[in-house]
């Protein structure tokens, strides 16, 4: 079936505005992660949601960095005010169920704030 | 909090050859998973090999094979007969027992010479 899908695969937005990134999972996966990577370095956890439980939130850099999942579908990360630091590749990841231990990664969004 | 260091930023490797990639690790959990992740140019994180802590035997995926070292938190990666297609980004990634969230190292970046 067809993978972790991303979107838009890349975006430039102005300093201090809001964006919004989309992730489509796994069909039936019920976990699902965000991860952020700035250039040349590894990849850092943002959040993580596991079927109804409550989201772990534990990465979120800021109160600018928000993220919703609706039911096991699709999941929206919104970085408001943007800035500069900002810029990386935001890649999600799902999993089928949470005592797998294999994640399923999209392509990546590369945002650039300008 | 657990940690996860490469600290080799790149290596190079002449095809046909073999090389290993280094990760150590540090935690004071008894329980978890460890994989090696190849991260090419395209962005898409592929899966190589991925060991549970629990287990002593070594895990081996094809050319692919690691050396953990529970003890020593070491959990380094054997790529045999290297191939062109093997050139990427490789990261070392942690993972508790009772949650799904990945934390990475920093990234080598293998260079395979024809």
């Known amino acids: 079936g067809a993978g972790v899908s991303q979107s838009p695969s890349n975006k430039v937005t102005e300093k201090g505005k809001d964006v919004e990134l989309r992730c489509d999972p796994i069909?039936?996966?019920?976990?699902l992660y965000w991860y952020r990577q700035r250039l040349g370095q590894g990849l850092e956890f943002l959040i993580y949601?596991?079927?109804?439980?409550?989201?772990?939130k534990s990465g979120l850099p800021s109160d600018r960095f928000s993220a919703e999942r609706t039911g096991e579908s699709v999941s929206t990360l919104t970085i408001q005010r943007t800035q500069q630091e900002d810029s990386a590749v935001y890649l999600c990841?799902?999993?089928?169920?949470?005592?797998?231990?294999?994640?399923?990664f999209g392509p990546g969004t590369r945002l650039t704030v300008t | 909090a657990q940690t996860v260091t490469q600290s080799q930023p790149e290596m190079s490797v002449q095809e046909a050859e073999t090389v290993t990639l280094s990760c150590t690790y540090d935690?004071?959990?008894?329980?978890?998973?460890l994989f090696w992740y190849k991260q090419p140019p395209s962005r898409q994180m592929i899966l190589v090999i991925r060991?549970?802590?629990?287990?002593?035997q070594n895990a081996t995926e094809n050319r692919f094979s690691v050396n953990f070292q529970k003890a020593a938190k070491s959990f380094s990666l054997k790529i045999s007969d290297s191939q062109l297609g093997d050139a990427a980004m490789y990261f070392c990634a942690y993972r508790s027992r009772n949650t799904g969230k990945l934390i990475f190292g920093q990234g080598t970046t293998l260079q395979v010479k024809p």
């Open positions: 949601f596991q079927g109804n439980s409550a989201p772990d």
């Open positions: 935690t004071s959990e008894s329980d978890y998973y």
């Open positions: 990841a799902s999993s089928s169920d949470r005592v797998s231990y294999e994640q399923y």
């Open positions: 060991q549970e802590a629990y287990k002593q």
């Open positions: 069909s039936g996966h019920t976990a």
